[in-house]
């Protein structure tokens, strides 16, 4: 606190990321990356980006990115909007479409950055509680409200909503904008880019932090309706004019057009998740359905923070959340085949 500080700043309640251990060698299951790497045409494209054009500044608008995206989604590159991971591009969405006067609802369970930006944007919310099982009820939703937002699948619970339940909720609030968070959608979900043409009010956001591996490049992106990707070039152009350098740019767009190698790493990455949910049922965990490329599990005779903290003195890091309804669970990230294998022989020990 200092008497130099806009006034707002002392209330503020930052996100606090997952740990990025300096140790190398540690078993890294906390925060989602993908263990694969990111495609070599991808890291071809940024070497090559890596000469004397980077005394430019790069393209402002990151058209050929944008151009990459609507192709790969199959959508027009007006439909789409790019920023510095998909962080950034929630935070704009929140600051340009979601202050309204009337609360924003998020499940009670969810990304936690979600009411770091309501914090930030003075954003009233409401969280709705998930049913017994950990699953969004879409009916819950239907009330009055200045927008809706939840991942899918969602976090930290890796369950999924299919495509029909997210229209119910398009339909009961179609005065308000719904953004679905598809951070880990690639990893057995469909889509619901694919209700865009349909749904003015339906803004859906990616990252290529996790399935495509890009976590360090920082890319995120959003698709809607042009008039919904207007509000965020306007947020955009009044904040930061470069928020994708060239390197990403250019790794983004080629990780994009990388099909063939985005394939196989998601395949491998859900074949080990499913070598892993039934490693941990063997130890007796209890394993929620998960789509995503982490399972969120707890012990029926073990304390998670306990879990966590023994599995660290291993050279395991998992995350472990303190809020009160899921502090006996764990999210586990799925790392490749050795990793998985390490967590598992680091549980069975204890
Ligand atoms: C990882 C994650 C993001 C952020 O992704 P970046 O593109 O790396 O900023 C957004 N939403 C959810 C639910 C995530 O898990």
């Known amino acids: 606190m200092s008497k130099f500080w806009s006034p707002f700043v002392k209330d503020l309640v930052p996100y606090v990321p997952g740990e ?7 078993v890294k299951l906390n925060t989602n990356e993908n263990p694969y790497g990111p495609s070599p045409k991808a890291i ?17 608008n990151g058209d050929r990115l944008k151009q990459a995206g609507a192709d790969y989604y199959g959508v027009q590159s007006s439909q789409v909007f790019v920023g510095n991971g998909s962080d950034e591009v929630l935070a704009h969405a929140f600051h340009g479409l979601f202050q309204h006067g009337k609360p924003l609802l998020f499940p009670d369970v969810t990304y936690s950055f979600y009411p770091v930006y309501c914090g930030l944007y003075g954003i009233a919310f409401e969280t709705i509680e998930l049913d017994q099982q950990f699953q969004i009820r879409v009916e819950d939703y239907a009330r009055p409200n200045g927008g809706i937002i939840f991942p899918n699948p969602n976090a930290p619970t890796g369950c999924l909503l299919p495509l029909e339940a997210i229209e119910r ?8 904008v719904v953004l679905v968070d598809e951070a880990y959608i690639d ?3 469909q889509s619901a880019i694919a209700l865009v043409d349909r749904y003015p ?20 992106l959003a698709v809607g309706h042009p008039e919904l990707i207007e509000a965020l070039e306007r947020i955009k152009n009044s904040f930061n004019s470069y928020p994708l350098d060239r390197l990403a740019i250019a ?10 190698y985005f394939d196989k790493t998601c395949a491998a990455v859900i074949d080990s998740r499913d070598a892993v949910v039934a490693g941990l049922q063997r130890l007796g ?8 490329n982490f399972v969120f599990v707890r012990h029926p005779q073990h304390e998670a923070a306990e879990l966590a903290a023994r599995l660290r003195e291993q050279g395991v890091i998992v995350r472990h959340f303190k809020q009160a309804r899921i502090a006996q669970f764990l999210r586990i990230t799925i790392g490749a085949p050795e990793q998985n294998r390490a967590l598992l022989d680091a549980l069975n020990a204890l």
């Open 285 to 292: 965990f209890e394993v929620l359905p998960s789509a995503a």
């Open 187 to 189: 990893f057995g979900g």
């Open 201 to 220: 009010n339906l803004l859906v956001t990616q990252t290529l932090s996790k399935s495509r591996s890009l976590a360090g490049l920082r890319v995120g």
């Open 44 to 60: 071809a494209a940024m070497q090559a980006e890596l000469n004397d054009s980077l005394r430019l500044y790069p393209d402002p």
């Open 251 to 260: 790794g983004a767009a080629a990780a994009f057009e990388d099909r063939a």
């Open 169 to 176: 909720l398009l339909q009961a609030s179609p005065d308000s």
């Open 20 to 26: 990025q251990p300096k140790l190398a060698r540690l």
